[in-house]
């Protein structure tokens, strides 16, 4: 094996403490030098142990070293594949390069491990070969990324040639991206010793705009908003302001639930991690997707100044924001920074006009969203009607009129009316019925 990967140009920039670099590395000592048996096989274990791992985390099926492969492969960010990424395969003498790296790729998915086993007196290859996974739930690993590689990875272990083997991979690559981006939808920021990077939210709420009972108006501003994006067409950025409980961080995951597919991505950061916006930004203007940066619940305090980070980073900079970024917040405040009577008391009088620079301060980041969208809370009628129909939506068979005193019982002791008021009304009404059933 350690001879296959040696040959590996375009994709040999993988770690050494990546499995397919132990494993080359355990089949060259092993060939070449005296090592124990039993050393060997602890070492053999301990990366067939992260293979099991990894599978667990991807629900990988049917052959696990396929799909390790195949996940190698969608991954590795390197100049071909970047390029791939943006403009498909086109013609240039980095596709021989290209080629020769998936023609070793080709012997790895066919490499023969039962003469090692053999000697070892191991069966673990065998095993992950012939790979019947235990079904688990969803939440326990990222379905999204788990059916793009396994579909992949047979296509890839059926190939006749180099050629049809770069064919599927570069099509992959046009179709959905490379590395961690290609695969998953949202993301949040991690810091690894000081190093900020892209840590993917791999269990996404899946909701969608039609769940969302009410709201049209504000759904087709924003749905209007983010096809302009994804179409390369002017947009602005969205401020979804109003009461809690009413839809608007719901609205956004949506969103990123419905353009997925067109190659929409989401990046959630949080007021302390304003500073690194520029480094986030710089990160990922020139990849081929549409960025949604997402920020929940925005507000500042009167003492915060992370909101000018904000404000340089939106409008007002000297480097133009990219096209392929808009900013989506929600917040609780109309105008996100609170504003007392103390910030009138610099009040100027010029031609009849009232002007506080402190007010206009706090005011000059609201502004800089060119959507603002207002959810409010639900009048009673509207509150009963999402109720009746998240309810019928859970196959409860009560009466509207059930429900509806129901729901009204269950507002007055659990926060007052809103749309979230209503989702828990019908969770525990489903639930409720369900147990009633058995």
């Known amino acids: 094996m350690y001879d296959i990967v040696s040959k590996l140009l375009l994709y040999g920039n993988?770690?050494?403490?990546?499995?397919?670099?132990?494993?080359?590395?355990?089949?060259?000592?092993?060939?070449?030098?005296?090592?124990?048996?039993?050393?060997?096989?602890?070492?053999?274990?301990?990366?067939?142990?992260?293979l099991l791992e990894l599978a667990t985390d991807y629900g990988f099926d049917d052959s696990i070293w396929h799909n390790y492969l195949t996940y190698l492969i969608i991954t590795n960010e390197n100049p071909f594949s970047l390029t791939c990424e943006k403009v498909g395969a086109n013609e240039g003498s980095v596709n021989n390069?290209?080629?020769?790296?998936?023609?070793?790729?080709?012997?790895?998915?066919?490499?023969?491990?039962?003469?090692?086993?053999?000697?070892?007196?191991?069966?673990?290859?065998?095993?992950?070969?012939?790979?019947?996974?235990?079904?688990?739930?969803?939440?326990?690993?990222?379905?999204?990324?788990?059916?793009?590689?396994?579909?992949?990875s047979k296509k890839l272990a059926a190939a006749q040639d180099e050629d049809e083997f770069f064919d599927l991979v570069t099509t992959f690559y046009k179709d959905y991206g490379v590395g961690m981006f290609g695969l998953n939808k949202a993301f949040r920021l991690e810091y690894v010793d000081g190093v900020m990077g892209f840590k993917p939210i791999s269990n996404m709420e899946q909701?969608?705009?039609?769940?969302?009972?009410?709201?049209?108006?504000?759904?087709?501003?924003?749905?209007?908003?983010?096809?302009?994006?994804?179409?390369?067409?002017?947009?602005?950025?969205?401020?979804?302001f109003g009461d809690s409980g009413t839809g608007k961080s719901t609205s956004i995951k949506a969103i990123v639930n419905q353009y997925y597919d067109r190659g929409?991505?989401?990046?959630?950061?949080?007021?302390?991690q304003f500073k690194d916006l520029?480094?986030?930004?710089?990160?990922?203007?020139?990849?081929?997707?549409?960025?949604?940066?997402y920020m929940d619940d925005l507000s500042f305090e009167e003492f915060e100044i992370e909101y000018k980070f904000l404000k340089a980073v939106i409008?007002?900079?000297?480097?133009?924001?990219?096209?392929n970024i808009l900013i989506y917040a929600t917040s609780n405040r109309r105008h996100l920074i609170k504003e007392t009577w103390s910030d009138r008391s610099d009040v100027k009088m010029d031609n009849g006009m009232h002007q506080s620079d402190t007010m206009e301060e706090k005011l000059s980041l609201v502004y800089r969203f060119g959507v603002t969208i207002s959810y409010s809370k639900p009048s009673q009628k509207e509150y009963f009607d999402i109720a009746k129909t998240l309810c019928k939506r859970e196959g409860v068979d009560w009466s509207d009129e059930r429900i509806e005193a129901e729901a009204n019982k269950w507002e007055l002791s659990h926060g007052g009316i809103s749309g979230r008021t209503a989702r828990q009304f019908a969770n525990y009404v489903a639930a409720l019925c369900e147990s009633e059933n058995k």
Do not use: W
């Not at 929409?264 to 302390?272: A, G, N, P, T």
């Open 97 to 152: 390069f290209a080629k020769n790296d998936f023609k070793q790729f080709m012997r790895l998915f066919h490499f023969d491990f039962s003469d090692i086993e053999k000697e070892l007196e191991i069966d673990c290859f065998e095993h992950l070969l012939n790979y019947k996974a235990i079904k688990k739930p969803e939440l326990m690993y990222n379905k999204n990324v788990s059916e793009k590689v396994r579909s992949l």
């Open 278 to 293: 520029s480094n986030v930004i710089a990160r990922i203007k020139n990849r081929n997707y549409k960025f949604i940066i």
């Open 207 to 240: 909701v969608t705009l039609d769940e969302l009972v009410g709201y049209e108006i504000q759904k087709k501003k924003l749905v209007d908003n983010t096809e302009a994006f994804v179409e390369g067409r002017k947009c602005n950025n969205v401020l979804l």
């Open 264 to 272: 929409l991505r989401m990046i959630e950061i949080y007021k302390h």
């Open 315 to 323: 409008e007002g900079g000297v480097e133009t924001k990219p096209e």
């Open 14 to 50: 993988y770690p050494q403490d990546e499995i397919l670099m132990e494993f080359a590395s355990i089949y060259r000592d092993y060939e070449e030098t005296d090592y124990l048996d039993e050393d060997i096989t602890t070492r053999i274990y301990t990366q067939v142990k992260r």
